[in-house]
DNA sequence: TCTGGGGTCCTAGGACCC
DNA sequence: TCTGGGGTCCTAGGACCC
């Protein structure tokens, strides 16, 4: 059987377990502080309670919530955090690590930072498949303080599904074990959006067909899927039928780095939108060389503030490919610097830019150039001290220059 | 005033080959 | 100038996920 470990409201659950004394007042977990200008990205069950919903923006949240003030709302204190990746990553490899320790699950593979997928060899005894499972979870628990929901069925689409009712339902503990003779009354209950891998689109025209829950879907014949859907459609009939059709495949490196972000203020200044720009490839860079990785194409791209439709929109990318793979602070920063001045054009406001890594190939297996530029050579060691520094005081205390000149088009590691 | 930041996979169609 | 009938590989963009 699979099993399916979902970590509940995980962002807000991270930073309860760092204040264990906020458990039952309401958290969120905001995309940023600056100007009360993010996003809630996850909250607990109190701050649900209050009517606030993932998604929502803090200045529409707390209205005219004043800076140093603490978030009211309804009279009741709202405890804030700023968004916080590398700890939410570091619980989630603690959490990788004791599974994986325990041996009760085979296959154990990380889907994303708050979700598991493994294999119990249990077939015919929910009982006993309960009880490992449960055991696994009681140790999840009490190590981390994080809370996680577990689901179990005979597929990885249908594992989710029975997570779902575990998260819906009180009663299951947060355990639901969804064996085939209670499928088809699972399904039948289970509205078609719920279901892993039916996105907007799919729904859509889903619903001009009538077909409103995963039931009517798998009620369709095999002749019919594969006529009007795509293998990705296909495959989640068949996982909603109880016949495994998704390998989760395990990477060990991402093979895509990206780094994007939002300005509190949208700017038209191309210096600082280029410094902007400089330090997020720096960030991405950093990453590429961590899991010994270089990448073979570098993607720009610029867009003004969708929000202010009474502004002239613009939105572009560009991307640069390299002749060798790399993975240089310095040769990415130049590149994307590069790539950027296509694309930028004077007079709009740029709300968000970022930069994509891509074609990313192994370090370790890169062809040796043998005529390699000895430049090239020191620029590398030099990196490595760079990264040994960075790593030791874990944020950017060495970083590449950025550009602020546009004849540089070429900097080694400044300062 | 203020609206996130990542990822993976699939596929149609173009480029190129014989 | 006109002309067939295949292949393969690559890529941009869409759809989905958290």
Redesign the pocket.
Known sequence: MIVHI?CNS?FASCEIADHPELADKPVIVS??ND?????I?ALNKPAKQLGLKR?L????AF??HQPDEPYMLNGTEVFFFE?D?KKYGRISEQIMSIVLEQEIVLNFVQ?????FFGEIPVDDDPDELRQYIKQVKDLIETTTHIPVSCGSAATYTLA?VATHYAKQYSGYNGICILPEEKREKALQLLPIEE?????????KHLERTNIKTAWDFIQKSDEYILNVF???AV?TWKELRGIRAIEL?K?D??????????????SHDLDYLLQQLSS?TS??AF?LREQHSCCQ?LTVFLQT?R??TDLPQYTN?Q?H?FASPESDSGTLIAAAAQAFRTIYRPGYEI??L?V?LD?IVDANTMQLDLFEDPHKQRLRKAQSAVDAINRKFDRELVHSGSFTDSSDHNPGITK
């Open positions: 979902d995980y995309s940023s100007n009360n200008g993010g996003i990205l998604g923006p803090i200045f529409q209205k005219g968004v990746h889907y994303s930072v708050d979700e989710k279901v892993w891998g039916i996105g907007r689109a799919f729904r795509n293998s990705t495959n495949k990477h490196q991402r093979q895509s780095i990206a780094h994007t972000r939002t300005l509190t203020r949208t997020y960030a991405a990453k194409q503030n929000h202010r990318e991307t490919k709300k968000r970022g994509i074609k």
